[in-house]
Each structure stands twice: as C-alpha cells, then as structure tokens.
C-alpha cells in the first residue's frame, strides 16, 4: 500500500473533537467512499438540513478531514471531498489529559453510531432479501490472547477486509451492497 492509500493517522485533539459527531461521522464515511458531494446530498444521508450539514462539513474542512472539490458547473454549490483514504486514531503512551479525553470521545461517538446502525438495519431486517438477511451476522467471542495476540489478530482483520473497500473495488460485482463490518477488540474481566 502507497503512502497515499495508507489511512491518515490522528493524534490530534482538535481533529478528534471535530470527528465526534454522529452527523460528521457519516458525512465522512459517504466521503471517504471516494466521492465528492454537496451539503444538500449529505443533508440525506445525516438526516438533518442542508444548512446544519454545511455547519458540520465546515468544521470538517477546518480540521482537514475533507476539502472542497472542483464545482461542478454554476458554482452556486459547494462540492466536497474526502481528504486522503481513511483514517486511523491512536494517541501514545504518554498522551496528555485533553487527548485522551478527545479520544474517549471520538470511541463513544464512533460505538454509538455504530449501534445505532445496527439497530436500525435490525428494525428493518424482516424486508431484507433472504440471501442477505442470510448472509448477515452478529458475533460475540471471547477470545484467550495476549496484547501482542490481539494487535496481530487486529492487523490481520484489516488485511482480510482491505480488497473490499470501496475504493479498492471501483467496479464490484453486481448485487454488491455496502456493508458495515464493526470489530472490536479489548480485554475484560471475564473468568477463562
């Protein structure tokens, strides 16, 4: 993988706190697809107004997650884009209080969109096709590992998904979807 397909890694605060945001987190992800938009087709897909989203994508642009793109004709909307291919969080050992807690943040933000997600697909899955709702599944493991264990599994897990995303698969098959893989990994106290 190129430098540019690397995910960008945030050690940031600032850029942490401008992610955590259910409506900014799904603005990202329709960016980060690869495709450009407009407030107006974002506002869709976060389910607020145009003018909310503009507010949201101008916060975005100001910690440097997207940027605005060529206009696509008139000019009289704003078009913008993902800035690089994804992004990574992952502060050091001896990161101060205030990125920490940036962080703690950026991870509720992220498990409650996520949840809510899979809620909703969960309200709706009696519509699905049978070979989707099939296909579909919810796994809970406990697992013996050590820390070295679980950041290879976790590095593993991303080597295994990478050939699906969207932008190294700019012609999937047809009957493809998209589809949101959540993976969490972390100790508990639990008895082996």
């Known amino acids: 993988m190129s430098d540019q397909e690397q995910p960008r890694l945030i050690k940031d605060a600032a850029v942490m706190r401008a992610m955590s945001h259910p409506a900014r987190m799904a603005i990202i992800a329709r960016l980060g697809q690869g495709g450009e938009a407009t407030a107006t087709e974002c506002a869709e897909v976060v389910g607020l107004s145009p003018s909310a989203t503009s507010y949201h994508l101008r916060a975005l642009a100001k910690a440097g997650l997207i940027e605005e793109a060529p206009n696509r004709g008139d000019g009289r909307e704003r078009v913008w884009r993902a800035v690089g291919r994804g992004y990574t969080v992952s502060l050091d ?18 498990l409650t969109w996520g949840d809510t997600k899979a809620r909703q697909f969960m309200a709706q899955s ?26 290879k599994l976790g590095q593993d897990m991303q080597e295994i998904i990478a050939p699906y995303r969207p932008l190294s698969r700019p012609d999937p098959p047809p009957g493809a979807r998209s589809v949101t893989i959540q993976i969490r990994g972390f100790p508990t106290d639990e008895a082996l």
Do not use: G
Request: no cysteine; aromatic share 12%; hydrophobic share 45%.
């Open 93 to 110: 050992a001896d990161a101060d209080a205030d990125a920490r807690q940036a962080e703690h943040d950026l991870i509720d933000t992220f």
């Open 126 to 151: 009696d519509k699905e096709p049978h070979d989707w709702f099939e296909a579909t599944f919810f796994n809970d493991a406990l697992l013996t590992l050590t820390a070295d264990e679980l950041r």
